[in-house]
């Protein structure tokens, strides 16, 4: 029963690795450059696993009905992504992916195109990757197999809790951008100035230039160009360059912000560079 169960870890840890190497070569070759794709900064996408799990637990039985297996595998694999983007904006307030502009979509969380490509990859599992996979796992000694799983989880488990504060070290920099601006609207608005222009914009200093609050306001436009410019770690870049299409539930206006600025700063650096080679 325990070498089953490790059997049955293995084999989730070699799809995700699988899942994943799908998943940077899809994204990474359109771009032409690598992108390191998957929710945790190692090379694991963990819902290609749990998928493959479920589907070689439900569909096997049908094995024998390729047809079968084909649309059983589009609804067993559709409603784990579907309920994985759920869980995961709940839990993050932020909707990780969005197929909102994909034809037959269902609230931007799943789409057909994607449903049908992942049928084919159920076929392929059952009937190509899985009889070699089952026969390699099968060749390792459990002494061996139990080492190596335990190292894996422990691994994975500082993944996931580096992962994690990167999103909440994220939330909590959004939410800070927020309170600058709301400070500033609050400061507009007491002082009867019509409209909040951007706070960088020349034609909006112009409208205080006579004010008292000059002074308090460049402050103000100081600290908020400050936070949207300062640098950000390498978890939270590759968390932005993983999900292009991640979109926060609050202060999702100051992360696009955010991301512009990003991403001007790698333009100059870039410009920088080839400016002296």
Same mark, same amino acid.
């Given at each position: 029963m325990t070498e089953q169960i490790l059997n049955y870890y293995s084999y989730l840890l070699i799809y995700a690795f699988i899942g994943w190497c799908s998943e940077c070569t899809y994204c990474s070759i359109p771009e032409k450059h690598f992108i390191n794709r998957g929710f945790l900064n190692g090379p694991l996408c963990p819902i290609? #696993?749990? #998928? /493959? *799990?479920?589907i070689i637990v439900l569909l096997m039985p049908f094995s024998i009905e390729p047809? *079968? =297996?084909? $649309?059983l595998g589009i *609804? =067993?694999?559709?409603? @784990?992504e579907y309920f994985t983007s759920y869980f995961m904006e709940k839990i993050f307030h932020a909707k990780w992916w969005d197929y909102s502009t994909y034809p037959y979509n269902l609230n931007g969380r799943i789409c057909l195109k994607n449903s049908f490509f992942f049928g084919i990859m159920c076929l392929i599992a059952i009937y190509l990757l899985h009889p070699l996979v089952t026969d390699w796992v099968a060749k390792v000694p459990f002494n061996a197999k139990l080492i190596f799983l335990s190292a894996a989880t422990l691994i994975i488990a500082v993944d996931m809790t580096v992962t994690v504060y990167t999103m909440l070290k994220l939330n909590g920099k959004l939410a800070q951008i927020a309170a600058i601006r709301k400070e500033f609207e609050e400061? =507009?608005?007491?002082e009867g100035v019509q409209g909040l222009a951007d706070m960088v914009e020349d034609r909006f200093k112009e409208k205080l230039s006579e004010s008292r609050l000059e002074n308090l306001a460049e402050k103000l436009t100081q600290r908020l160009t400050e936070r949207l410019s300062e640098k950000i770690s390498i978890w939270?870049?590759? @968390? @932005?360059?993983? $999900?292009?299409?991640? !979109?926060?539930n609050r202060n999702n206006e100051?992360?696009?912000?955010? &991301? &512009? /600025?990003v +991403? +001007?700063? !790698?333009? /100059?650096l870039k410009q920088? &560079? +080839? &400016?002296?080679l």
């Open positions: 290609y #696993g749990f #998928g /493959a *799990l479920l047809v *079968l =297996v084909f $649309f *609804l =067993v694999t559709s409603a @784990l400061l =507009v608005a007491a939270q870049s590759r @968390l @932005l360059q993983a $999900f292009p299409d991640l !979109k926060f100051h992360f696009k912000a955010l &991301k &512009k /600025a +991403e +001007e700063k !790698k333009q /100059a920088l &560079k +080839e &400016k002296h």
